[in-house]
């Protein structure tokens, strides 16, 4: 049975930091890509960054680059997403899903798995 699990999210002030992990069980981890997606209220899923199976290429959405910095540990069946200057506008559901395409259009629609979701919550 396939789980990915998200944790890591919370309330935070504009400036702050936060540090989402992801595991996966029941797939071969290390043989899949990954990618992080958010959802805020009212909007579309859209695509925050993904990682190559080996960790060899990152992506990151215009949004975020520059401030959230995507990796992995294979050894662990673990994502990160490491989020610094946080902005208000970054409030959203993350999403950790698995399986899919990693490139700059990062689409939702190519991931098999995907976990329930973790909270992030930035205050002005």
């Known amino acids: 049975q396939v789980q990915v699990v998200e944790s890591g999210g919370g309330l935070v002030q504009a400036g702050g930091s936060l540090r989402l992990s992801c595991t996966a069980s029941?797939?071969?981890?290390?043989?899949?890509?990954m990618g992080w997606f958010r959802q805020a209220p009212g909007k579309e899923r859209e695509g925050v960054s993904c990682i190559t199976w080996s960790g060899g290429s990152t992506y990151y959405a215009d949004s975020v680059k520059g401030r959230f910095t995507i990796s992995r540990d294979n050894a662990k069946n673990t994502l990160y997403l490491q989020m610094n200057s946080l902005k208000p506008e970054d409030t959203a559901m993350y999403y950790c899903?698995?399986?899919?395409?990693?490139?700059?259009?990062?689409?939702?629609?190519?991931?098999?798995?995907w976990g329930q979701g973790t909270q992030v919550t930035v205050s002005a």
């Open positions: 029941g797939l071969r981890f290390d043989a899949l890509n």
């Open positions: 899903a698995a399986g899919g395409v990693c490139a700059q259009r990062l689409s939702d629609a190519t991931y098999s798995y």
